[in-house]
């Protein structure tokens, strides 16, 4: 079980301040007109846009922000950008591999900021292709945990598509094929199963287990990555132990 995922449920524990929360919804509305442009503004015929409408309603996106978003996406409404999806790669402090994945409509101004976070915090960029190789795109489902077992959820998914399923505490999660993840969720709500999130991500196949103290620098360089308003997502490949966690909890 990678640290990656628990560290994703530590990661939104610390999102709760108001500028964390401002980016939080500038990616999700980016999110929803990307998905308008790519598959058009109907929701009912369009499961992607269904699903980040969902996403920013969960996360208190006010409604006529999304209703924008979307007609600005479908081209109901003037004023849509043009976004592109970029992906750096790099390594970042004690050769934590990193891939870094912006949605701009400004190529040179990503590039610039990414690579100053990268410089300013002990990170160095790669070449295409440098750390890719390591990381696989997977599709994840997680869901409340409450009185259900690891069996039952298996049992649900398990002629869905779904690899495995992982205990990380309050919730399961469920990954399979990014493909796979509209089948899994179907399968899981004809089960009764509520689910919490879905998403995709990337895993890596090699791990760096770091003290907590290279994890703070880590930190600190995917926190000034998202400063930037082009950087998405930044995906690594470092593994936390429990105990690491907890210390970094603390902080």
């Known amino acids: 079980m990678s640290g990656h995922s628990k560290w994703a449920t530590t990661k939104h524990k610390k999102a709760a301040n108001d500028a964390k ?6 990616k999700l509305i980016k999110n929803i007109e990307v998905a308008a442009r790519t598959g058009g503004g109907d929701p009912s015929a369009n499961p992607t846009l269904d699903d980040m409408i969902k996403k920013a309603k969960k996360a208190s996106v006010p409604n006529d922000n ?6 600005r996406g479908s081209g109901e409404e003037a004023g849509g950008a043009d976004w592109e999806t970029i992906m750096y790669e790099g390594y970042g402090p004690n050769g934590v591999a990193m891939l870094i994945e912006c949605l ?11 690579r100053t976070a990268m ?20 599709g994840i489902v997680t869901v409340v945990k409450g009185e259900l077992s690891e069996d039952d959820v298996l049992m649900a998914v398990l002629d869905a598509g779904a690899e495995e399923v992982n205990d990380l505490g309050e919730r399961f999660e ?26 995709t ?47 970094l909890e603390e902080d």
Do not use: H, W
């Open 174 to 199: 469920v990954t399979c094929a990014p493909t796979d993840v509209p089948a899994v969720k179907a399968a899981l709500e004809e089960a009764g199963i509520e689910i919490d999130d879905s998403d």
């Open 21 to 26: 929360r401002g980016k939080e919804f500038a």
């Open 66 to 71: 999304i209703e924008r978003a979307r007609k």
């Open 104 to 114: 701009t409509d400004n190529r040179n101004r990503a590039a610039t900021d990414v």
């Open 119 to 138: 410089s300013k915090n002990g990170g160095n960029l790669g070449e295409s292709g440098s750390v890719a190789y390591m990381f696989s795109r997977i």
């Open 201 to 247: 991500d990337f895993r890596a196949s090699v791990e760096v287990p770091l003290e907590a103290a290279d994890a703070r620098k880590i930190f600190r360089l995917i926190d000034a990555l998202e400063e930037s308003d082009d950087v998405q997502n930044v995906y690594t490949n470092m593994d936390l132990s429990d105990e690491v966690l907890a210390e």
